[in-house]
């Protein structure tokens, strides 16, 4: 029983998460286009190296810790 509250709890923290980072995203490029549309272009590319920043702090360790995770998995 108290297995299935904390993987209930679990999911529920990784959804917020992943909303989290769409909300995230979703307003470095929103900024990005209105700011584009002001006629502000250094401000405008501001978020895209921010944007490659957040790819390899979060998607690239996310991906090096499941790799490493099924590797183990299968022997190699």
Do not use: C, N
């Not at 108290?2 to 470095?28: C, D, N, P, Q, Y």
């Not at 002001?38 to 979060?58: N, S, W």
């Amino acid at each position: 029983m108290r297995e299935e509250s904390t993987s209930g709890m679990s999911a529920m923290l990784s959804r917020t998460i992943a909303w989290l980072h769409i909300l995230i995203i979703f307003s470095l490029f929103g900024y990005s286009t209105y700011s584009l549309l002001q006629g502000d272009f250094e401000q405008a590319l501001l978020p895209y190296p921010i944007l490659i920043l957040y790819y390899f702090l979060f998607v690239r360790s996310k991906t090096k810790t499941t790799s490493s995770a099924e590797s183990q998995d299968h022997g190699l």
